[in-house]
């Protein structure tokens, strides 16, 4: 299967919606996308929606962190929302969630990042 890397915003806010496989045949794509954006300085947070991601590998994870890290660096934060249960243990055991922030939903992430209306 193959990933894709829906990529829009809301005000401030990036949002990264991902579909499909998240592992180490589609990180780098993932990678290139979410940076480019990125790249623009124009965004204050970032919201990861794994609402329709069906698998994700340790690669997914290096992403994931990686975009983190860019993020926080800007004053920023990474939120994730809508996390399949077989994900969202990898998220768990990696500890992850001590570091990033989980929503149920797009809007409860948004609503977190001050920008749901």
């Known amino acids: 299967m193959s990933l894709f890397v ?5 005000r ?3 949002i990264v919606r991902l ?21 623009k300085g124009i965004y204050a947070h970032m919201i990861l929606n794994l609402s329709e991601l069906s698998f994700m590998d340790s690669s997914g994870l290096g ?9 926080s660096e800007q004053g920023g934060k990474l939120y994730l929302c809508s996390v399949h ?8 055991l990696s500890g992850m969630f001590k570091i990033l922030a989980l929503h149920d939903d797009e809007f409860a992430a948004l609503r977190a990042c001050g920008v749901a209306s």
């Open 6 to 10: 829906d990529v829009t915003h809301r």
């Open 12 to 14: 401030n806010v990036l």
């Open 19 to 39: 579909s499909g496989e998240l592992d180490h045949h589609t990180a780098a794509e993932a990678r290139k996308r979410m940076d480019a954006e990125l790249a």
């Open 63 to 71: 992403v994931v962190l990686g975009r983190y890290r860019q993020i």
């Open 85 to 92: 249960p077989s994900i969202h243990r990898l998220f768990e």
